[in-house]
């Protein structure tokens, strides 16, 4: 498996063990006024890094060029500025504002360059190879 795949499945899973955390105390303390933060690492951080990870296991070609490394730390800077900021804003810290504007940026910055690896032509999904029955 690519070393960029990896990486993102690894995060991925921090990420998971963050929303599920978020998850818990919302429903311990029966307070959801930061379901969105709970949402958006979830989604920005678990399925979307694994699913990031998915493609790049499958390209390691396109995984093992510069620009998909630059777009993992561009896009993981992006969600984890983003979350903390999100969940302090969300629980009434308005200060966190411009900070969650700016990740969201960031973030929308890493899936662009997702796109362009995506793409770009270097290199197709890998198949398994057949093996012989035996």
Known sequence: MPRLA???FKTA???FIIGIGIGLKMAISEDHTVIGAHAHCNLLGWVSMALF???YALNPAKAERRIAMIQYYI???GVVIMV????MMLEGNMAMEPLVAASSLIVFVG???FAFVLFSSK???SAPTPQPMR
């Not at 903390?84 to 969940?87: A, K, V």
Request: no cysteine; aromatic share 22%.
């Open 111 to 113: 899936v662009l360059l």
């Open 84 to 87: 903390p900021s999100l969940y």
């Open 6 to 8: 990896e990486l993102y």
């Open 75 to 77: 896009y993981t800077a």
């Open 53 to 55: 990870g998915v493609y």
């Open 13 to 15: 899973v921090i990420f």
């Open 123 to 125: 290199s197709t999904i």
